[in-house]
């Protein structure tokens, strides 16, 4: 299975600042297709998970655009530019390119 | 509006069956391949079957295969999870989404 392994598992922000959550592959998350399906969802406390970034770093309808993803292959990133209230929860990167697809054990973002 | 509402879920003993709907509105059910992804209490998300447009083509975490069966009704537009055998692993909140859009989830707990 392809494991993702997300750092740091918790971040600490104040209101105004950028952050930068990591997504690292087991393997690369290319298909054979030539997409790369890796996703990043936000999870507010006791919410569903929310789409924010598909395809690496297409921006899903709705989503403010200090959200913005970036990579390849194995090396994924998402980026908030001014972190907002609204923005705390704990974020997942999933992959769909490689059944069973997987999640990353998740980053919980704080206000410091 | 797009919605995605599940229900069935209730406290089952272990080695018994249940039976998930996810009924879908606001899109066109029979154009997206769905999932149900699982969130145990306290723990990350987890992908747990995944059934193509038509429901022609169906693919499962190996945990659950032989004993969670994913199917769809176009006609509907509902998204069922049958799960049979269930353990007390299974207890989780399970969510049906497109990935794009997810619904509020349903708990599940399996226990004596």
């Known amino acids: 299975d392809v494991v993702l392994t997300q750092t740091p598992p918790t971040l600490s922000a104040t209101i105004g600042q950028s952050v930068s959550i990591s997504c690292r592959s087991s393997?690369?998350?290319?298909?054979?297709?030539?997409?790369?399906?890796l996703n990043w969802l936000l999870q507010r406390p006791g919410q569903p998970p929310q789409l924010l970034i598909y395809?690496?770093?297409r921006l899903e309808s709705g989503v403010p655009n200090r959200f913005s993803g970036s990579g390849s292959g194995t090396d994924f990133t998402l980026k908030i530019s001014g972190v907002e209230a609204e923005d705390l929860g704990v974020y997942y990167c999933?992959?769909?390119?490689?059944?069973?697809?997987?999640f990353g054990a998740g980053t919980k973002l704080e206000l410091k | 509006e797009v919605q995605l509402v599940e229900s069935g879920g209730v406290l089952v003993q272990p080695g018994r069956s249940m039976k998930l709907s996810c009924a879908a509105s606001?899109?066109?059910?029979?154009?997206?391949?769905m999932a149900w992804v699982r969130q145990a209490p306290t723990k990350g998300l987890e992908w747990v079957a995944t059934?193509?447009?038509?429901?022609?083509?169906?693919y499962y975490r190996d945990s659950v295969k032989g004993r969670f069966t994913i199917s769809r009704d176009n006609a509907k537009s509902t998204l069922y999870l049958q799960m049979d055998s269930l353990r007390s692993e299974d207890t989780a909140t399970y969510y049906c989404?497109?990935?794009?859009?997810w619904g509020q989830g349903v708990m599940v707990t399996v226990s004596s």
């Open positions: 999933v992959q769909s390119t490689h059944a069973p697809y997987t």
């Open positions: 606001g899109f066109t059910f029979s154009s997206f391949p």
């Open positions: 989404t497109t990935w794009a859009h």
């Open positions: 059934i193509s447009t038509s429901g022609g083509s169906t």
């Open positions: 395809l690496v770093s």
């Open positions: 393997q690369s998350l290319l298909h054979s297709n030539g997409n790369t399906y």
